[in-house]
């Protein structure tokens, strides 16, 4: 049982560059969301998924894409990276407990 | 909407002192509340949460919170605090059929002294 897994751990992009961060979970959890960490703004959300098919914005979701086809992966596209795109992101999931299980984060910087 | 407070960025205990960190939320609606912990370079991890049942919530590591509705808030504490507990915490808050719809406060970095 690996919980929730991301990759890549780091990653550093030219701006215009696109790119994806994986994201996957093994507990069969409904919910799955992704969020960016900037220092003194705790995490905002950016996209969230209450099951397959089905997605939602969150607080930030300018500039990002997702997609759920599988209730395991849940990818987060970036576009067009801009520098202000720079942070730590993390994916998490829960199921109806609500109590969100977090991956190890993906630390991105846009150069 | 909902949203939530953590007062204070910056908290400094002595070990063995008593550990309070403060969280206000504000929602229409009955919340689901959380408390997170995240050591440098890690993913978050939870410590407790509080939905709907008993108003005071144990979590790991000796932690626990109290839900006060009056006051709407939701302040961690703990009795003694140990070296280890030096971190970052953060207060989450959602509702009823918004499982995937966390909102953090600010956090609150926690320096333990010897």
């Known amino acids: 049982n690996a919980g929730v897994t991301q990759t890549p751990k780091f990653q550093v992009l030219k701006t215009g560059q696109s790119m994806t961060l994986q994201c996957a979970q093994d507990m069969n959890h409904e919910y799955m969301s992704w969020y960016r960490q900037d220092p003194g703004m705790g995490l905002r959300l950016i996209h969230y998924?209450?099951?397959?098919?089905?997605?939602d914005q969150g607080e930030v979701p300018n500039g990002y894409n997702v997609s759920r086809s599988t209730t395991e992966d849940f990818p987060l596209r970036l576009l067009s990276a801009a520098p202000s795109q720079t942070s730590v992101y993390f994916c998490?999931?829960?199921?109806?407990?609500?109590?969100?299980?977090f991956g190890p984060g993906t630390r991105l910087t846009v150069t | 909407a909902q949203s939530v407070t953590q007062l204070g960025s910056h908290v400094s205990v002595s070990e063995g002192a008593l550990v309070l960190l403060r969280c206000n939320y504000s929602s229409s609606v009955p919340p689901y509340l959380f408390w997170y912990v995240q050591y440098p370079n890690q993913g978050l991890q939870l410590l407790l949460k509080?939905?709907?049942?008993?108003?005071l919530v144990k979590g790991i590591n000796g932690f626990e919170a109290e839900f006060k509705k009056s006051e709407t808030s939701f302040h961690l504490t703990k009795p003694s605090a140990h070296m280890s507990d030096a971190a970052e915490y953060f207060c989450?808050?959602?509702?009823?059929?918004?499982?995937?719809?966390?909102?953090f406060g600010q956090g609150t970095e926690l320096s333990v002294k010897p």
């Open positions: 509080y939905t709907s049942a008993a108003t």
């Open positions: 998490a999931s829960s199921g109806e407990t609500y109590e969100q299980y």
């Open positions: 989450a808050v959602t509702r009823y059929n918004q499982g995937g719809k966390l909102i």
């Open positions: 998924s209450v099951g397959a098919g089905i997605t």
